[in-house]
């Protein structure tokens, strides 16, 4: 077997017995590997029996056959496991210096089953595998964690995945944190972590693993690299870091402010940009294993109330859920929350909703002072929300509420009509006024609320196509083709959850399908076509969905709140994606098709000095420009305002969606197709379920 070990290591921490599980390869061809085989392994263990922070939920840290190789953007691993937060498969990607360290122990994942009754942590090098003492590290937040256990295990140069105080009190959205920041953040993996009394997994090695083709492992590794070189994009990544895009996505009505009513808010998006960063507190960019485009951030804020030593930078989802949404526009204070988040091993995202939820709440009079313990909530409180963060992690006082998520608080307290969710999951910075298939995709996302389980953010946005599978492009703000869209932007993005990839480094690549079968075929030897690839794809999503099923999920689930998907309550939207549509696509070609090195040079500097950092500015001048040549910009200033004030079709491209998917009256995949997908053992799980 290339690519994959074949076997996974098996840890009881209620018997602290230790197994290797051999994995056939038949399961490596139908799933990869990632989240789509800890998907496999999930059912064969009954996880969908168990409650989420019972032992008999398997925690599965998963890499996959593309993990930890020398290949651009394969540095991720999957933590995957029934979500505390939602009650439904929960998955999470981490990025950093783990997988590689994995990969190297002879393993390609690791299944925790049962309970520690005091905390303990895994080593596992080189065929040692031992349950240690962490009674030590217990409360220790996990960037200390990391740094204790490294610097134990210097001379072996382990990496470190571990938790903070998040995850050990049970926080129901805390993550699982390596290389100071980089986070498995969604779901709630670090609360399971936290269940099972396991505070740290230490892995490390000197095994390498064959791949089935070097001359074809070099080959699509040089193309990925030289697609890299050329692309504006990584440039965008490499000066700012994701955070570069909040001003651009700020221009188009994507990014959510003050939980999501308000329309616009410029001063904020500048004041919050990775530009800004970039000029005031930026001190270097840092890369995940192997990669070139060193998108991760690291800062220092010095002399300042807010003040924070070297360390982690935020990403677009953290300046947006801690910032925008809350009406925090002092960099400081939302890089330092930012940072604490981290620390204590629990999700930006998550903790932002939800203090945006509880702060409308509290401004409608659902929630007092009498439940905050005396804290004043309200909108550009940025002492408020350091506060907060380090209550949520401790579960002290009204944190103790907060550490829940916001579907919980709002079945006790009310408004759930502006407790931003999908299936218990906080949704993401992106909104489906700006981008329509996003409602679609958080919807039917088989975690929950979630913009990376698909790859509709780029098919909208311009950036991607699927010119090579004959799908055609959709038109923004038009329901027409969104669900087939979506359907296969899911079953792609499944393909990279399991291979492993970094979705940002694929796009990097050129977001094309072809490049990724290129690399899991030169690794695997498998000789998988596309539509080979796309039907692993399709039987993984297929899976996850059915697992969501199996743990009580049905179609009355697949929906979204109403004020994502009607007009905004202040101000109104942006009709400028048909303004940043063209502008990227022929950004794309020019750099593409510009041969002579001088004047690629002189391109991208004019991207990455004048375009990038005043994207806003841009993408207005662009709007006016298009406009005499645009039909629907030509109609009238009436019309205008009514296509800024008008719903998402979200009801028909559900509908849609759902005779694409041949998904029956109850939500369920059709017998036939689970059948015809290989999944019967699920499928008879699933009808044998109806059946009672």
Same mark, same amino acid.
């Given at each position: 077997?290339? #690519?994959?070990?074949?076997?996974? @290591? ?6 602290r ?18 989240s ?12 969908h ?14 890499n ?13 691993l ?12 929960g ?23 049962g ?46 995945m ?27 993996m670090?609360a ?9 997994i ?27 070189k ?7 990544l ?5 955070? #570069?895009?909040v ?7 994507d ?13 904020g ?6 530009i ?22 690291i ?10 030593e070297?360390?982690p930078?935020p990403?677009?989802e953290?300046?947006n ?30 903790t932002?909703?939800t ?5 409308e ?23 408020v ?15 103790d ?15 759930s ?10 949704c ?11 409602? @679609?995709?958080?919807a ?22 699927l ?11 038009s329901?027409?083709g ?16 399991s ?33 080979d690839?796309?039907e ?17 999920a049905?179609k009355?689930?697949?929906r ?22 063209p ?17 690629l ?21 662009? #709007?006016?420009?298009i ?46 197709l ?19």
């Amino acid at each position: 077997m290339y #690519g994959n070990w074949g076997r996974i @290591l098996k840890v009881d921490l209620t018997s602290r017995v230790y197994d290797d599980w051999a994995i056939d390869e038949s399961a490596y061809r139908k799933f990869l590997g990632g989240s789509g085989l800890a998907a496999h392994i999930f059912v064969e263990l009954d996880g969908h029996l168990a409650e989420p922070l019972s032992p008999d939920n398997p925690l599965i840290i998963m890499n996959g056959p593309l993990s930890g190789t020398s290949l651009p953007g394969c540095s991720r691993l999957e933590v995957c496991a029934r979500s505390p937060l939602t009650g439904i498969w929960g998955e999470s990607s981490m990025g950093g210096q783990v997988s590689p360290a994995l990969k190297r122990t002879g393993y390609d994942g690791i299944v925790f089953v049962g309970a520690s009754q005091d905390p303990v942590y895994l080593f596992l090098y080189d065929g040692i595998v031992e349950l240690k003492d962490a009674s030590q590290l217990w409360t220790m937040d996990a960037f200390k964690t990391e740094q204790a256990l490294k610097q134990e295990y210097k001379s072996q140069k382990a990496e470190v995945m571990c938790i903070g105080p998040a995850g050990e009190n049970l926080v129901r959205y805390a993550s699982v944190v390596n290389d100071r920041g980089s986070l498995a953040g969604r779901g709630g993996m670090g609360a399971v972590m936290g269940s099972k009394k396991l505070k740290a997994i230490v892995v490390g090695g000197k095994r390498k693993c064959a791949v089935a083709d070097s001359d074809a492992y070099k080959a699509v590794r040089k193309l990925g690299l030289e697609e890299m070189k050329k692309s504006i994009f990584v440039d965008g990544l490499s000066l700012f870091g994701t955070a #570069g895009g909040v001003e651009l996505s700020a221009a188009i009505g994507d990014v959510p402010v003050k939980n999501w009513r308000q329309a616009q808010w410029s001063e904020g998006a500048e004041s919050l940009s990775g530009i800004k960063l970039a000029e005031t507190i930026l001190k270097k960019g840092r890369s995940c294993y192997a990669c070139p485009v060193a998108c991760k951030r690291i800062v220092e804020i010095p002399d300042d109330r807010f003040g924070m030593e070297e360390g982690p930078g935020p990403e677009y989802e953290g300046l947006n859920a801690l910032g925008m949404m809350l009406k925090i526009d002092n960099l400081n204070a939302v890089v330092k929350a930012n940072a604490l988040c981290d620390a204590y091993g629990m999700d930006c995202i998550s903790t932002g909703g939800t203090i945006a939820y509880a702060t409308e709440a509290f401004e409608r009079g659902l929630i007092t002072e009498r439940e905050t313990g005396g804290i004043i909530l309200g909108w550009n409180r940025p002492d408020v929300l350091i506060e907060l963060i380090r209550k949520i992690a401790s579960r002290e006082g009204f944190g103790d509420e907060l550490a829940e998520g916001c579907r919980a608080m709002a079945e006790r307290y009310g408004g759930s009509e502006f407790a931003i969710q999908v299936k218990g999951m906080e949704c993401p910075m992106h909104d489906p006024r700006a981008l329509w298939s996003m409602a @679609l995709g958080y919807a039917t996302s088989i975690r929950g609320g979630c913009h990376n389980r698909d790859t509709n953010l780029g098919l909208e946005m311009g950036m991607d196509d699927l010119s090579e599978i004959g799908v055609e492009r959709t038109k923004p703000h038009s329901a027409e083709g969104k669900a087939v869209m979506t359907v296969h932007s899911q079953d792609i993005a499944s393909v990279m959850d399991s291979a492993v990839i970094c979705i940002f480094a694929w796009k990097g690549m050129g977001s094309t399908i072809a490049i990724v079968r290129d690399m899991i075929n030169a690794v695997t030897g498998y000789g998988l076509n596309n539509e080979d690839l796309l039907e692993i794809g399709e039987r993984i999503w297929y899976l996850k969905r059915a697992i969501g099923n199996l743990c009580g999920a049905t179609k009355a689930d697949d929906r979204v709140p109403a004020r994502i998907v009607t007009p905004h309550e202040e101000g109104e939207g942006s009709d400028l994606l048909r303004a940043l549509n063209p502008l990227i696509r022929v950004n794309a070609i020019v750099a593409d098709r510009l041969k002579n090195e001088k004047l690629l040079k002189l391109y991208r500097d004019l991207n990455s000095k004048v375009l990038i950092p005043r994207s806003n500015k841009t993408i207005k001048i662009v #709007g006016k420009l298009i406009a005499p040549f645009d039909r629907r910009a030509r109609a009238s200033k009436a019309d205008s305002e009514d296509r800024r004030r008008s719903n998402v079709e979200f009801d028909f491209m559900l509908e849609e969606y759902y005779l694409a998917r041949r998904i029956n009256e109850r939500g369920y995949p059709e017998r036939g197709l689970l059948d015809d997908l290989g999944l019967a053992d699920v499928s008879e799980l699933l009808y044998q379920k109806i059946a009672r």
